[in-house]
């Protein structure tokens, strides 16, 4: 069969504009070139800019350490980098697609570079050159040949100079240079009239042209203009608004169209660069910009009959033709004509189903109507009216017609018995109908779920997992692999009984996709809304066994030659297949032809670059190992790969990961639209960036750059903090412990504290009950006391004076003066007595210490001798004092007065006819009064317990008087302490010591 792509032998362009509006630093491209990683590179007058398909990265002043000039000048050829000189001579070297030098002297081709001082030879910036004819009337014109050679013009002379020295010379009369150009290493001359001629060293040759330009009737009309990239080596013709490019082909020039109809001179195109593999033209313009012009691979066609360019259904008609179910014929010449039927203004058929049996007629439907018409379609052969709407009608390979609707079940026509049967199989709403690999089984696709009917008994199989979906179309492929496209759920591959979900594009494209068609070389089409997809069928395959992660799908838009993008669906047959292999899509807007062996699919298998490197708003190297600081808060890179066709098909992604963690399992995340990777706020640590794109279909489809970043450790994060906070924290647990034993040892003194203020509470209410009890067993001494008293000292001296009183036989006058003598010195004894004891009662309950006076112990000593002195005179008794007139001592006088008074009492009492005398010593330590007596001596029992310091008033002998009672318990009081001894020659010495205070 004669493919269908015959109909239309000239190509369609689609041409993208690019201005500084779209990035590029200025509108004037003076040069380009490719380099070896794919990115195509631009001089202009602003930077020279790098690009990739869809952005600029532009190098100048801003970004290229050591450049003082944007304005580029030229490109010139170099075997093994790119070679870009400014207008002020600065040479700009890129390598590895970047900018990595900018000097004085040219890498390679060193003569091609232009010095103002140098006036001997001008090179050539290649065609067009402004400046070449001006130069070439003063001096020669180089044109490149290699690294060490050249051509070098000037006038009708051409030289071949080699390694410096000129190797032959050649003549030519009337040479117009402009029209001569090196291809291959050979010097041609394009001639006025057309033809070209070249040189053997010095003989004239002449070469023929073949190929597309001798076609063109431009040629001979208005001639040829010459477009020459000398760092691309390619040069082009342009007449008549088409472009060609002239290759060297043994010993002819021949010529490829690779651009038709496009002005030239309208849009000022100065340079051209062509991308053979894949049929794409950029023109760089003086002052329009960037021009990309890519050839289309897909035909549309569309009627010139009104309301006519929306397709659905379609089959075979004769042997090269096409057939819509409306009646239209779509001829090999890519023409639309209508059919008798459509002719007679009958449109019988929808336009949504369409099958041609074996006998050659067509088969469609018109609501609830089955209707079959002629293979010419000029008349219509039946009509049957079914049960309800028909939804589709299918011919198997057999010959069988299926006719599904939304009844249930299925009617069927074997061509060999008469008449329509029904397979009662549990389906209806049927929206597809398609044969198996094993015969007798049908797969019915409906409104809700997929079905497999086996024949002859109709028995229905429910494919599980697809229960809601709405199916738009199946395809058999193999026996046991089905495809189903649905609407709003995406595509299902059903293979080896198991329903596995295809991945969807990244756009969601494929969720309604319409149809799937595989052609002959293992690829699967499909048709959506947005435009056609393809797929490899053994990714597929290889996918659903889980022996890949992802699926590329290559994606056509309305730039490869669709009128729309919009294809249709909801129809049977969804495509045609032609027994050649080529494919016819019905869209809202055309039939799209194509032939998928001549379709070039440009895979993005160019490598993954950083462009830049952003950290905190502030650009720095890329690089491939990345320093941030601990603190950082944005962090950005920019990725580029050179890819010049439908970005659609370029998928990025990126995934961050811990080093120490390289083994678990990856999540990919998209790139943003504008390439560029976003961080913040890492901790601190060694990380990977891992950026990957599939670069096409098989197994190795991946082209991934890894990015290595480490984030700085904060300095709490280093061993000497670490350290230093070990330190630390010791330090506050040690003092925390230390604060926490004197919280405890605080608390503990609180508690002495209280348990002293309650024992020193106890101990005052002790002391109050010890003092109330001392007073108690004072009261009670005094009791015992004051009953001593009465007892001895005032019971008996009163019983004397009854005694003697009552004796009324004494008389005479010595007798009454003895009565009167013991009576007065008994009522003497019981006054002084009872004062005593008044005074010892007073000293016994007062409380607080007692005054303390300045005492002259003489006169307080004859103070109580002359209470003495009637009983001493009375008894004989001599009382003497030897005190100094000026001895004092500070002392309570009147508990002083007491004990001199119980003293001199006490030695009165004892002494008969003697003497008693006091003497005083003053000591270092106090003053002691001495009361010496001449009596019958004391006792010495008394003198024992009077010697005892430890002794007070309790304990005494009972023939102790009341007396040295009292003053044993006023001798602490008065600061004293009181000795007995025996007096010389007989009697008592009592001292009495006084001590000094403090």
Known sequence: MEPVAAMDTVPHYFIRHFTDEDGLPQNSVKGMVPDTNGFLWLATENGLSRFDGNYFFNFNVDNVPGLKSSR??????????????????????????????????????????????????????????????QFAAIRPVVFPNSNESYFAAYGDTISFVKNGREAYRIIQPDLDLMRLFVCGHQLYYFT????????????????????????????????????????????????????????????????????????????????????????????????????????????????????????????????????????LLLDVHGKFSPLPLWFNNKNVLEKFTLARDKQGRYWGREQAMLISVSADFSKVMSKVKMPDAIGQVYVDAGGTLWVGGKYRGLYYLKMTAPGLQLLSAGVEDVTYIKEGQIQGVLWIGTHKGLYRVHQPSGSTDTIKGLEQGNIRSIYVARQGEVWISTYNKGIFLYRNERLTALPLDRQGYMSSTHCIIEDDYGYCWLTTNKGLFCVRRQDALDFTDG???????????????????EFNGGCEPCALKFENGDISLPSL?????????????????KGIFVDWIERDLKLTDAVDNIELPHNFKTFRLH??????????????NYCLEESDKAGEKK????????????????????????????????????????????????????????????????????????????????????????????????????????????????????????????????????????????????????????????????????????????????????????????????????????????????????????????????????????????????????????????????????????????????????????????????????????????????????????????????????????????
């Open 72 to 133: 580029m000048g030229r490109v010139y050829p170099n075997d093994t980098a790119i070679t870009v000189e400014t207008d002020i001579e600065e040479i700009l070297t890129v390598t590895g697609s970047k900018v990595t030098r900018v000097g004085k002297e040219m890498p390679g081709y060193a003569y091609q570079q232009y010095l103002a001082k140098k006036n001997d030879y001008y090179p050539i910036r290649g065609w067009p050159d402004d400046y070449a004819e």
């Open 192 to 327: 006025s009239s057309g033809q070209i001629l070249s040189w053997k060293k010095d003989r004239q040759v002449k070469v023929s042209l073949v190929g597309d330009l001798l076609s063109d009737s431009s040629f001979n009309k208005s001639g040829v203009e010459l477009l020459w990239n000398l760092a691309a080596h390619q040069v082009f013709a342009y007449t008549g608004g088409n472009c060609y490019q002239l290759q060297q082909e043994g010993e002819h020039i021949r010529s490829a169209v690779v651009l038709r109809g496009f002005d030239f001179h309208e849009t000022y195109i100065k340079s051209i660069y062509y991308d053979v593999v894949n049929s794409r033209v950029f023109l760089g313009s003086s002052t329009k910009g960037l021009y990309v012009c890519t050839r289309q691979q897909f035909t549309s066609h569309k009627s010139d009959i009104p309301d006519t360019r929306v397709f659905y259904a379609q089959a075979p008609f004769g042997k090269n033709e096409i057939v819509t179910a409306s009646g």
């Open 547 to 565: 022996k890949k992660a992802d699926l590329f799908y290559y994606y056509f838009g309305k730039d490869q030659g669709f009128n729309t993008n």
């Open 589 to 605: 807007d055309g039939l799209v032809h194509y032939t998928p062996a001549s379709i070039q699919m440009e895979m993005p298998d």
């Open 639 to 652: 990725v580029s790969s050179p890819y010049f066709g439908d970005p659609r098909n370029l998928y990025f």
């Open 667 to 998: 999540i990919w995340l998209p790139v943003n639209s504008d390439r560029t990777v976003i961080l913040s706020s890492l901790p601190s640590g060694d990380y990977r960036i891992h950026i990957r794109k599939l670069k096409g279909f098989g197994k190795d489809q991946y082209i991934e750059k890894v990015i290595d970043i480490h984030v700085a450790e904060a300095f709490y994060e280093k061993n000497w903090f670490r350290v230093l906070v070990l330190i630390v924290l010791i330090c506050l647990i040690v003092l925390f412990y230390k604060m926490r034993v004197r919280h405890i040892e605080d608390q503990n003194k609180l508690l002495e504290l209280k348990v002293f203020n309650r024992t020193r509470k106890l101990q005052e209410t002790m002391a109050t009950l010890q003092e109330s009890d001392e007073q108690i067993r004072k009261q009670s001494l005094m009791h015992k006391h004051l009953l001593t008293a009465i007892t001895h000292d005032i019971k008996t001296p009163l019983r004397f004076l009854l005694m003697v009183n009552k004796e009324e036989s004494l008389s005479g006058k010595r007798q009454e003066e003895e009565v009167a003598a013991v009576t007065y010195e008994s009522l003497y004894r019981m006054h002084h007595l009872v004062d005593n004891l008044i005074h010892y009662m007073r000293t016994t309950f007062q409380t607080g210490a007692f005054t303390q006076d300045s005492v002259y112990l003489l006169p307080l000593v004859e103070e109580k001798m002359a209470i003495f002195k009637p009983v001493s005179d009375a008894k004989g008794i001599q009382l003497a004092c030897h005190i100094p007139p000026e001895m004092t001592i500070a002392v309570n006088k009147l508990l002083l007065a007491v004990v001199l008074h119980n003293l001199l009492d006490n030695a009165v009492k004892y002494t008969s006819h003697g003497s008693v005398e006091i003497t005083v010593e003053e000591m270092a330590t106090g003053v002691i009064i001495n009361i010496s007596d001449s009596g019958i001596g004391m006792p010495q029992a008394v003198r024992d317990w009077i010697n005892r310091p430890e002794n007070d008033g309790t304990g005494h002998s009972h023939s102790t008087g009341i007396g040295l009672i009292l003053v044993k318990e006023l001798l602490p009081v008065i600061n004293a302490t009181l000795r007995a001894g025996s007096r010389a020659g007989g009697g008592t010495m009592l001292s009495l010591q006084l001590h000094y205070n403090g």
